[in-house]
């Protein structure tokens, strides 16, 4: 997999494109072209592609897509059991803001990428944003180092070409620069620029529709069931109608029925399928690699649940009190 935060489908769509925009480009200079031509057309390419790819890296933060708010079970679960790179997300993932500012930094990035005259600080934006990326990748061992590396080394060859003007600059503090290398562009501005602004906004549309229907799609199971949270039994009831677990984890937030299960001490028996009516107020689950059942209602008043029906051929009738954590499941 190329694009982490699209998928393969991502790469089949735009690796053609590039293609051809490359082949047209190298069949339009081929009577004229020459070795600084082929670099600057080679840049030209690599900006666009790097262009596609962070529009779908940012829209998918945009969207949440990346960096999910933190999950109620996930707030039930111990730090050591956690792996890496499931910490380093909870971490992303508990401040938006944090999510926006990285998404902004990279939509900004791509969008000076798309003219000449900006090109070379679009480049030292991503430079910045994906050093950071790749070193992360690599200091907890998230399973998509290579891509990152590859886009580290695209900002770095666009960035090759100005490296002594920058280094005299900023470093050297020179006021008298080398002339910027001359090359014949494949398109005069006013072509050029037209075509540059209609294919970045075509990236920004496509990528935009995508994003929006997975959202829509995750609203559709937002509201899994009304009383989304972690409940600990308070009162198991009489002898024979208790229950075999201490808690019940119910994730709210789209993330479907991985998030919900129970527990007994720190074992988790996530659910296979979860069904209720709040017409109703009816209630029933089935556990995944079991053959127990729960089928009954439920009563829910303020921070106090109720569960009463039949479990595994036992009567069930227990209060839950919903348990209140001091770290917020989404933060601005």
């Known amino acids: 997999m190329i694009l982490k935060a699209g998928s393969q489908a991502d790469l089949i769509i735009y690796a053609p494109i590039f293609g051809a925009a490359f082949t047209f480009l190298w069949w339009r200079m081929r009577d004229r072209i020459d070795e600084v031509q082929l670099w600057r057309n080679v840049r030209l390419a690599i900006r666009f592609f790097l262009i596609a790819v962070f529009f779908l890296y940012s829209f998918a933060k945009f969207y949440r897509s990346q960096f999910m708010p933190i999950p109620e079970f996930q707030l039930d679960t111990r730090l050591g059991d956690l792996t890496s790179m499931r910490l380093l997300w909870l971490y992303f993932g508990h401040s938006f803001a944090y999510v926006l500012f990285v998404g902004v930094s990279q939509t900004a990035g791509a969008l000076l990428l798309t003219f000449r005259r900006t090109a070379t600080l679009g480049a030292m934006v991503l430079f910045v944003v994906v050093s950071n990326i790749v070193f992360v990748n690599y200091a907890y061992d998230i399973p998509v180092k290579m891509p990152a590396s590859v886009f580290l080394a695209m900002t770095i060859f666009l960035l090759l070409e100005e490296f002594p003007r920058l280094w005299n600059t ?9 002339p910027p290398v001359s090359y014949r562009p494949a398109f005069s501005p006013r072509i050029g620029i037209p075509i540059s602004i209609i294919v970045v906004l075509y990236f920004a549309w496509q990528t935009n529709i995508k994003f929006q229907r997975r959202a829509e799609s995750r609203a559709t199971t937002s509201e899994l069931l009304p009383f989304g949270g972690v409940w600990e039994v308070d009162e198991p009831g009489e002898a024979g109608s208790g229950t075999t677990w201490d808690r019940l984890v119910v994730q709210s937030s789209g993330y479907g029925t991985v998030g919900v299960g129970t527990k007994i001490g720190d074992e988790y028996s996530q659910l296979e399928t979860v069904s209720y009516s709040d017409s109703l107020r009816t209630f029933s689950m089935t556990w995944k690699d079991s053959t127990d059942t729960f089928s009954g209602r ?3 008043d303020g921070d106090t649940l109720r569960l009463s029906g039949i479990q595994f051929g036992d009567t069930l009738n227990v209060k ?13």
């Open 170 to 178: 900023i470093i050297m503090k020179r006021t008298e620069l080398p």
């Open 298 to 300: 439920y009563s829910v």
């Open 320 to 332: 839950l009190i919903r348990r209140r954590f001091r770290l917020e499941p989404d933060r601005y």
